[in-house]
T-cell receptor, first 113, second 113 residues
Framework: DVKVTQSSRYLVKRTGEKVFLECVQD?????MFWYRQDPGLGLRLIYFSYDVKMKEKGDIPEGYSVSREKKERFSLILESASTNQTSMYLC????????????FGPGTRLTVL | GDSVTQMEGPVTLSEEAFLTINCTYTATGYPSLFWYVQYPGEGLQLLLK?????DKGSNKGFEATYRKETTSFHLEKGSVQVSDSAVYFC????????????FGTGTKLQVIP
């Protein structure tokens, strides 16, 4: 059974803290993605990676960075968390090539106080 | 840029009712179109897709037809069940080769017995 796992389902952090969200996939996919999901806004792409050590900015990269040191792992970093980063964060992966299905993790609900 | 517009929810139906969730898109060229579903507490999963005009995607009793002339990809099901209660996202993958999927804002469906 293919799987994308995220390190936490729920996370509570304080303003100014550095936050790490981890995502691991076991499908040997080349592409990995980080989205945030907010009511009324749907899913918005933060960053994606198409290979190890490669990254591309999505639509809303400000305040975030990413790391992909191994093919199966893609980390999202909030350098200094702010309350407007309270959201649901979804990780996804897909094989290389056009129009392929994305496989999603269960999400991490992050609350920044 | 690419965009997807979905009907606003929530949509509340009685069991066995007919479902339509409208989706229209704006994109250059010939995008591929998707419907993803998110059940409570889970990540998104692909429901169906269509990669060219007039294609019909189908799965689990759901159908959607890629209509290029009306730039639409409406989701339909003839008889909904309580287990269909979820959030449904329309999405497109643009034909520019960029590894990016644009999602709609999601439509919440609640089916009552």
């Amino acid at each position: 059974d293919v799987k994308v796992t995220q390190s936490s389902r729920y996370l509570v952090k304080r303003t100014g803290e550095k936050v790490f969200l981890e995502c691991v996939q076991d499908m040997d996919h080349e592409n990995m993605f980080w989205y945030r999901q907010d009511p009324g806004l749907g899913l918005r792409l933060i960053y994606f990676s198409y290979d190890v050590k490669m990254k591309e900015k999505g639509d809303i990269p400000e305040g975030y960075s990413v790391s992909r040191e191994k093919k199966e792992r893609f980390s999202l970093i909030l350098e200094s968390a702010s309350t407007n980063q309270t959201s649901m964060y979804l990780c996804a992966s897909s094989p290389r090539g056009a129009y392929n299905e994305q496989f999603f993790g269960p999400g991490t609900r992050l609350t920044v106080l | 840029g690419d965009s997807v517009t979905q009907m606003e929810g929530p949509v509340t139906l009685s069991e066995e009712a007919f479902l339509t969730i409208n989706c229209t898109y704006t994109a250059t060229g010939y995008p591929s179109l998707f419907w993803y579903v998110q059940y409570p507490g889970e990540g998104l999963q692909l429901l169906l897709k269509a990669t060219k005009a007039d294609d019909k995607g189908s799965n689990k009793g759901f159908e959607a037809t890629y209509r290029k002339e009306t730039t639409s990809f409406h989701l339909e099901k003839g008889s909904v069940q309580v287990s269909d209660s979820a959030v449904y996202f329309c999405a497109l993958w643009g034909s520019g080769g960029y590894q990016k999927v644009t999602f709609g804002t999601g439509t919440k469906l609640q089916v009552i017995p």
